[in-house]
């Protein structure tokens, strides 16, 4: 009789306490990371910031300039590219590992065997060693990765690439799992009663249905890509990132306007290349 009320109390208490508990969170959180937005109404504020702006203005568009960032933009380009498929390549397996119903349960594998032995035990230990995996990759930022390859392999575009491809593959190797465990087993039974095999049950029941979404996704990661590869130029990973750092460091802030502007119209590019590949789904 009086465990009603105490639930109903718990839930109405709860509210309160998870707004206070967040307005401390929020209030040490200004103080430690010392936010201070009256810096840019500062004298020495507002003279490096009207420096800046004033700087930026007219845009380079001198035909030299524009031509020598040709090459920087297609490596751009290059990178994002390249650094998605390297990205799927890790995902989509691991992903299919990192998927109990594919891995070791499911209507796949109910035909095989029943109860824990070895070969079960085996297909468990690949599928938390698959899931590890994937949080390991995407758990350390693209930028540290950037770090991590540039000593490894040298400066230029390749640690970009390999960056994004492991960052990213740990990324789409999650979500492609939660895609492939959404799936309706229906079709999957319907196709299996036939007498069909594993690969025939993947490829035509369940490969279709998860299609749409593994394509979708791709293509939202590879628009990331496009400004993640410009971010990763930064730390001597190539393309317009590494043209940006040169240019703030030589105070050229007209020259960045320009680059963003460029960087502005790669992004839209792989937008509308996005929502036309998703239309033909």
Known sequence: MNSTPRTLGSRSIFPYVFGGLFLLVLA?????????????FEAEGREHLWRFVTGMYPPELSWDFLELMVRPTLETIQISVMGTLIAVLIGFPLGLLATSTFSFQGILHESEYRGFGPRHAFKVCLYGLARGLLSLFRCIPEFVWAFMFVRAVGLGPF????????????????????IFESVNERPLEAIQSTGAGRLQIFFYGWFPQVLPNITSYTLYRWECAVR???????????????QIEISIRMFNFHEVTTLLIILFSLVAGADYVSAKVRSLL
């Open 159 to 178: 640690p970009g690439v390999l960056a994004i491809g492991v960052a990213y593959g740990g990324m789409l190797g999650k979500v492609y799992s939660e």
């Open 228 to 242: 993640t590869s410009a971010i990763l130029g930064l730390v001597g990973a190539g393309g317009i990132g590494q």
């Open 28 to 40: 040490d959180s200004w103080r430690r990371a010392e936010v201070d937005p009256g810096i840019f």
